[in-house]
């Protein structure tokens, strides 16, 4: 599996930042994005940055131990949340952490994305679990991200908000977008329809065969 370009890992990322923004996944300068383009080559948002409004010569290179090789900004203190996913799993080229509004309110009231609701989520997620709480900024917060990152494709942050990775930048960062619209989709169903009509385990498990053809190695198994 090719590493992007430089130039592409640093496009995509000025992109993804602005559709983080537009989609209100994150307020102020929150969230962060990064991509590996090298073994030990990471390129990632600035600190203190809005996402929306980010120019390519803000962008800032570090390696696996998070010490700046290129870039006149200082990263994010959570860019060791990212750095950590891919020293756990190499096949993992990408990471979108951001505050979609009814992922984080899920994250806050400490319930995961588990309903096997929707053949999309299944194929894509699974379920979602919760990372324990961990101080911002912390080596606590790549301690809990650490036993997902061969298991699952993204996990809520306990408190805090949501985090994808993927094999390149914008499967991250549809995975984000397809977290928060689960997450939606459960909370009108469950709490304001008040009904939901769960997936039987045999059509989960036809779904779960199917991600596996679509090459999707990653993903939790969602309950009935």
């Not at 993204?154 to 949501?162: E, P, T, Y």
């Amino acid at each position: 599996m090719e590493y992007l370009s430089e130039k592409q890992a640093k496009k995509a990322i000025i992109d993804i930042g602005k559709r983080m923004y537009v989609r209100n996944f994150v307020a102020a300068n929150d969230g962060n994005i990064s991509v590996k383009t090298g073994d030990n080559e990471v390129w990632a948002t600035p600190t203190g940055v809005s996402k929306g409004y980010m120019k390519k010569k803000m962008l800032v290179k570090v390696d696996l131990d998070g010490n700046i090789l290129e870039g006149t900004c200082k990263p994010s203190s959570e860019l060791k949340m990212h750095l950590r996913a891919y020293q756990e799993n190499e096949e993992i080229r990408a990471v979108c952490h951001a505050h979609p509004p009814v992922c984080t309110c899920y994250a806050i009231a400490g319930i995961p994305l588990t309903a096997p609701v929707l053949a999309e989520a299944v194929i894509t997620l699974g379920d979602v679990p919760i990372a324990p709480y961990a101080k911002l900024g912390s080596r606590e917060v790549p301690e809990a991200v650490a036993p997902f990152c061969h298991t699952h494709n993204g996990i809520l942050l306990a408190n805090h908000g949501a985090v994808t990775w993927a094999e390149e930048p914008y499967a991250a960062w549809y995975r984000l977008e397809s977290m928060e619209y689960y997450a939606n989709i459960l909370l009108i169903t469950e709490h304001i329809l008040g009904r939901q009509n769960l997936l039987t385990d045999e059509q989960v498990g036809a779904l779960l065969a199917m991600r596996e053809k679509f090459g999707i190695k990653r993903g939790g198994v969602p309950t009935t």
